[in-house]
C-alpha cells in the first residue's frame, strides 16, 4: 500500500463529524479532551471513528507540533529485569533506530489498577504523538481504546481479541519451536518433550503449537510428553524432573523459556545427566543467562522488530503490517550430543 | 540548603549578561542557539557563566514550556543487554520514579564519535529540558559542556575529572567490597584474592581499592593475590585459573563484576573443586545471572538511587548532593562453606 493510496482511502475528521453528526470541534474534544463531551455524544463519536477507520494522521500532528515526534513505551517494573524478558532489549533497539524515523521514545509505567491510566496522563501533557504498545495479551483493553481515541501506535505483539487491527509487530514463537523441534530430532534425541506455561497466554499457546507443529512433519510420537511450569526457577525445575522420569533418561526437552530451560538444566544435573551429551535442552530468548550456560536458545529479532514497528507507525511503505518474524536458533553445547565441553 | 537559599544564592541571566557585556539575548542565545553567536563572544559568556555558577532553573523553563519537563538519558547499545550491565536496571527505576517528580524519560543513543552530538541534537528538538548523565568516565567531555550550556542535569557515577561539581548520584563500589572481604574472611576462607578490571576504570580502580581497604583490617595479607581481566567470560575464565594457581586450592575470589565472577566460578569447577564449599566466589551487579548461578552477589541500590537523582536535578530539599548510596550483600551458595547445596 502506497502512502498516497494510504491518504486516499482515509477517513477525516471532517468524515467523523458528518457520520455522528456533530462539529469538527466536538470530534477534536473526544480525542483530545473526551471529559468535555457528554457520555452519549462521545460514544456516538467513538462507534464511527472505529467504524470508518479514522486515525489523525502523525506527519500532519507532527507538524502542527512544530517539532520531532514521539511515542510512549510502557515500561512494566515487574517484568524488566526478570531473565528472559525482551522487553528492555526491545526498547533499546527502538531508541537506537528511532533517529532514522524522526522519532523519539518516551518510557513510562502504568498503573496496575486502571492499566489506561498511564497512557491517558502521558497523553494529557502533550509530549507525545502515540504509542508503542508491548506485552499484548487476551482481554488487554488498551488497542481498542487507542482506536477509539484516534491515537496512533503500533503493537509489539499481536492483537489477540481484534484480528482485523493489524497495526503489529511479532515474532513467530511457533515457527521458531518448529525449527527447534527439527534440530532436536537431527542431533539425534529421539523424542522431544515440551516443558511450558500453563495454557491460557497467547505467546505461550504459540510456541506449544509450533512443538506440535514439528512433531506432526517428524517420526517421533511424543505428544504427550509435555509439563507446565509457572515462570519461577524452583518450579520449572521441579516440572522438568517430573519430565524426565517419564522419559526414561532419553530425549530432549524444549522450553518456552530460557528460564525454564534453565530449570530444566538443573532437573537434568540432579539425575546424574549433562544437558546436551545427555538430554538435549533448548530455551527461547537468548537471554544473556543462555550465553554463560552454553544453552542452545531462540534469538528474537529485536532490531528488525523496532525498524517495522517504526515503519508501520510512520506509514512508511516499506513497512508492510502486520509483521512476523522469525526468530534464529542459536545452537551451543545443551542440545549436540558430541561436542568438547566448555569447563 | 533551602530551596529558598538556593535561590537567593544563584545567578540569574542578568547577572551574567552584565558581567560578559553582552545583552540578555545574546546569554540567551549562547544557551540556545550557540551557532547565531560569534565565537569570542560566545566563549566570554560561557566563561562567566561557569564562573558565576548560573544555573537555568528547571521550574521556570517548565512554566514557561507549559508542559512536563522531560529529561534525556542516553542508552549505549554496545552495552545494554549485557550481563551485569546496570544502566537498564538504572532506566527501569528512573522510569518508575518520574511521575513522583513530575518528570518524564526521554531516551536516546549517542554517537560513537562525537558523543556531545546525541545531546545536541535532542535539545535541539525541544522535547527535553536536561539530561541524567549516566556512565560517567574519566575525561568525560558531558559534564563540562553541559555546564557551559547552563543545560540542567545530574550524573549516575561520580564527575571524576571535575570534583567541584557534586551534582551526581553513585553507588559505593569500595566500601560494597570491604564488605564483600569481610563477610568471606569472616566464613572462614583465609585469603581474599581479586579478579579485577585492568587498572584505569574509575568504578575499577574504586572496587579494587575496597577489596585493599578490607585486607587492611585483617590478620590475612594477601594483597599480592590479583589477576586482571576485561570484561568478556573465556578471558575472566583464563585470569581465574591463573589466580587459582597461586592460591593453593583454598580461599576464596572477590571479583569486580558478576561477569568476572562468572568466569572464577567456572576456573573454579575446571580445577575440580565447588564454588562455596571449597573456594569462595563473590561478584558484584546481581545480575540475573548471579541469582541463577547461586553467586554471591553485592547489588547496587537502583531505585535510591533513581530517587536521589531526581531530587538533585530539581533542587528537591531533601536530595542532598552528591549522593554516595551504600551496595547490599546478597549472600548465596557461592560464598557460604556449609550449606545445603541446590540441584
New interface residues.
Partial sequence: MSATKAARERATIVDVARAAGVSRQTVSNVLNRPELVAAPTRDRVRQEIVRLGFAPNVAAQQLRRR??S?YGFE?N?SL????GHIL??F???L??T??GHQS??????ADRDDVLAGYR??LG???VDGFIVGDTRYGDPRPAWLVESGVPFVAFGRIWDLPALDQWVDVDGRAGMRTAVEHLLAEGYGSVAFLGWPVGSPAGDDRRQGWLDGLAGSTADTPSLVEESVQD?NRA?CAAARLLERMGGAGAILCASDLLA?GAM??V??AGLEPGSDIGVVGMDD???A???ELTSLRQPLREAAVAAWRILHGDPKGRAPALLAPTLIIRNSSTRSQEK??
Fill in positions: 517539532r520531532a514521539a515500561v517494573p524488566v529485569g526478570k531473565m528492555d532489549g526498547l533499546v533497539e531508541t537506537t528511532a533517529p523519539h521514545l518516551v518510557t513510562f509505567t496522563q502521558l501533557t502533550g509530549l526457577l525445575t534453565l538443573r532437573a544435573r540432579a537471554s544473556d543467562v550465553e554463560a550456560l566448555k569447563p
